[in-house]
């Protein structure tokens, strides 16, 4: 069977105005990922947004700055971002499990097996797993620090045959868009070289996390394993299925 792991960015959950999770743009994701199963796909999915789904519970305008806020924050919004996925993929008929998982485990092999294992029951029980970073217990030294990283983890734990990243870009450009207007999309990456690394550097505000430069990492890790890796749009129609029939959506890193 096909396995794919799709992640989807909190930018492509949210509400751009308000931060705010957007209900019909989860709902079109679950229901995407929902047919892709049916069409005897396995999936597996990397969320993010939890963080700002804790922000609309608690009624905060912005993410507190000390680390037990935040993490009472995600505490609070993984719980209601799963229950939405839950019920969300149970209207589809499918069942979701929640994986939630720090570096720990990819750095001791007892516990990598722990989680290989556990990925390979809910994919053959036909459940659809929900993975996110622990960002409740995660402190620095045991946090991938975004899910662009997490979600190439997991694609080699899993041994999947691609890896696809839904953002709201539609994929790598030769320069960041948001600063040259001349900027021009790749559709094809063979090889990640320093051109390729150039042209996301110094990409993101938001220090530390994010951006294209994460991306282009998830990328060397996937290709690396062999797998190959798609940076596209979440709000382009029907991307998912679009992609894996072969549609060239997106920049495609081709893994050697
Ligand atoms: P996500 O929430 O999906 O992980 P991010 O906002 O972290 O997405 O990263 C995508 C953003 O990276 C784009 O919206 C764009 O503003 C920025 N970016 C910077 N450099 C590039 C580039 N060379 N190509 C494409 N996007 C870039």
Redo the contacts with the bound molecule.
Sequence with gaps: KTRIVVK?????LTHANTGKISLSKLERFVRQVADLKNSGKEVIVVT?GAVAVGLSALNLEKKPMELEGKQAVAAVGQASLMMLYQKLFREYNHVAGQLLITKDIVENAKRKQNVVNTFKSLLAYGAIPVVNENDTVATEEIEFG???TLSAIVATLVEADLLI?????D????????LHED?RIISHVDAIDERVEH??SG??SSVG????I??ILAAKIANESGIDMVISHADTDHVLSRIVHGEDLGTLFKAP
């Design positions: 989807i960015g909190s930018s492509s993010s975004d899910n662009d990243l839904l953002s709201d870009i994929g790598l450009y030769d320069k960041n868009p948001n900027a042209m996301a990409s993101n996390t994010g951006g294209m994460t991306k």
